[in-house]
């Protein structure tokens, strides 16, 4: 297999963009990507797309074809293909783009993703996100999508005395770091009180543990790394790719406090990569809810079984901490558009390793990690990213 | 990259199996390619699903995920991953599969399609599929799936005098092929009167110049050509993988009576395979609407531009003719789940190339190739086979 790098990234403003259609925001993302990349649409061999609900969202399937149409690549008939994971869709499209570029098939490719969720009803939008988790034993018996992640939290905080207080911490940091990224959804600190205070979703969850509904694309180019320099005088190589599934209902898994699937997929990257956790300086982790950062930085490896509550309490996983996590803002402050998330991790881990990220940059940054959820957790996937 | 087999097929039943939910036909068709493969699901390193609309036909989607747990496969984490392209989604999760197991990534890889569509209203259906097609130029202003092939088959009838008995001819050869096949939908044989006196649908399209509605699943085992003889005696391989766009609505081509998508996929396909159209003996093409099959024909190259329709009511088309074209009964008789309808082409293709096609066997059938489209046309993927 070939070494790949990235060599482009862009994407859009997230949130409630109403005066911009799905197909606006994918090209967008995709035209800022290419640019960054000093390239032009006739260099493009292949497209992938990360999209959930696309057919629910705005009733159109079909969508890696639309993007490629308006992105002024039908006229070459460049491949498009999209790939569907629930909130993992974009990780995924990235994962394909790699696999392509690596096996020699293409070489320079762009995957791209995109969700626009706030063309319909807050109501409607639960129930599309909600069609992640197993419909016929979850999903149609109320169990929504934030209360799967309760029954989570109440275990874990059960389990090994996680305090509402650090969960409230998570979403704390998270918008800290919003704050000094001029692309986050929400720009602005909050305090502890105000997680505590704000309207409860499921028990323990309130409003402010769980990510906002989005709009919003991200995109990110790919060739081989003997050719990234060529391109950016920055390429940073993709050293390690992993993804792995679990049982899509929460309760055929042995323990709902850990996540299989973030542990295998964090296995195999690291493995490909022949790198380990201490060698992460920064990491954009999956966010969904407040508890979902605290399994993620314990099953990616970064902290034991039980400690990422008291780490997050501790400072550890900010800015200055032993790993920094989410330094855009996450899925929580950064926003959450679905099949644009695990693209708008990359664009963060690239501009850190880049030295650009102003002032939420990283000292010295030389590794980077994403990890993308699709559910409650049947889906997860792993890219390691080093600076080349 | 490394040379690919396909060393298992399977697929369940076509029809409207109201017995039977998404999850069950899956299964049924994966077991039952794993079965034929020899395997079992600890040899299996990856999933990848082709699959149009779950999430408006069963309100599911991150269905990957859920076809992987129910397959056995969260146990050991397997990652799988589902492509949709509309109508080509089975074609094109196969391409992944092609490229995972050619990159050296994976060795043992399964592709799975299915589609569940007789669970919701014929009107909603018609509705789903037409999200196939420009939901922004097309589908809102009410030109549904029907209606633009009708205008395409209208202007080929127009451009080259194509008539409305070829078209029926299309039909009726499919039917007979399929009343040949015992896993077909319709296993009877009709005549050009039972088409042309069936319901107009959107002129000059009538009933029976459709595809069906259907449920179904259709799977294949794929690893390393230099392991296949591990697994079974007579291995196919794919030597040849296209894949091409072109613009999503009817009214930005530059003529609607070719499908650009199709010609490109073609043109990388046989080059990839270093093959010529006369080195093939049977094609399964994608005869959604009779006047697919005629276009089919024409941009795969086996006849000229405008002699789709004369070649059929000529019977070059038939099991005896210069190219056999859908001996499975193509999507008309075969049915058309649609997820799995790209992997029932390879079904077909491989069990002829096996010579295990009982009634409908081609002789001496060495080379076979599958044409899967999305949409009117928006997405095309060719695959070659050769018996190795």
């Not at 006739?42 to 969202?57: E, Q």
């Amino acid at each position: 297999m070939r070494r790949v790098a990235v060599i482009g990234v862009g994407d859009t403003e997230f949130g409630e963009l109403w005066d911009s259609s799905f197909r606006d925001i994918g090209i967008k993302a995709g035209l800022s990507a290419v640019a960054d990349a000093n390239i032009s649409a006739d260099n493009i061999d292949a497209l992938f797309v990360g999209n959930m609900s696309a057919g629910r969202f705005i009733e159109q399937e079909h969508i890696a074809a639309l993007i490629g149409d308006y992105a002024g690549l039908a006229r070459d008939n460049i491949p498009s293909t999209r790939i569907e994971a629930a909130g993992a869709s974009g990780g995924l499209a990235l994962r394909q783009g790699f696999i392509a570029v690596a096996s020699g098939l293409h070489d320079i490719v762009v995957v791209g993703g995109a969700e626009k969720m706030t063309d319909v009803s807050d109501e409607e939008s639960a129930v599309i996100q909600s069609s992640a988790a197993d419909q016929e034993w979850e999903t149609v018996l109320g169990a929504t999508f934030p209360a799967l992640h309760a029954l989570i939290a109440k275990r874990h905080m059960h389990e090994y005395g996680t305090t509402r207080e650090q969960l409230a911490d998570v979403a704390v940091k998270n918008h800290r770091h919003g704050s000094l990224n001029p692309k986050a959804q929400f720009q602005r600190e909050i305090t502890r009180e105000t997680v505590m205070s704000s309207p409860m979703v499921s028990s323990p969850l309130r409003m402010f543990d769980c990510a906002p509904s989005s709009d919003g694309a991200a995109a990110v180019v790919l060739c081989p790394l003997e050719q990234a320099k060529k391109y950016t005088e920055v390429p940073v190589e993709i050293v390690g790719s992993g993804q792995a599934s679990d049982y899509l209902a929460l309760h055929h898994r042995k323990d709902i406090c850990t996540m299989e699937a973030t542990k295998a997929a964090a296995k195999r990257a690291f493995a490909m990569a022949s790198l380990a956790q201490k060698d992460v300086d920064l990491a954009e982790v999956h966010d969904n809810f407040t508890i979902s950062e605290i399994l993620a930085v314990e099953d990616l490896g970064f902290f034991k079984k039980g400690e990422g509550g008291k780490a997050t309490e501790a400072g550890l996983t900010g800015l200055e901490g032993e790993i920094a996590v989410n330094t855009s803002g996450g899925l929580k402050a950064r926003g959450d558009p679905i099949g644009a998330t695990g693209l708008a991790q990359v664009v963060e881990i690239v501009t850190q390793l880049r030295g650009k990220a102003g002032k939420r940059q990283v000292k010295d940054a030389q590794v980077g990690l994403t990890h993308n959820v699709g559910g409650t957790g049947a889906t997860a996937v792993v890219h390691i990213f080093r600076r080349a």
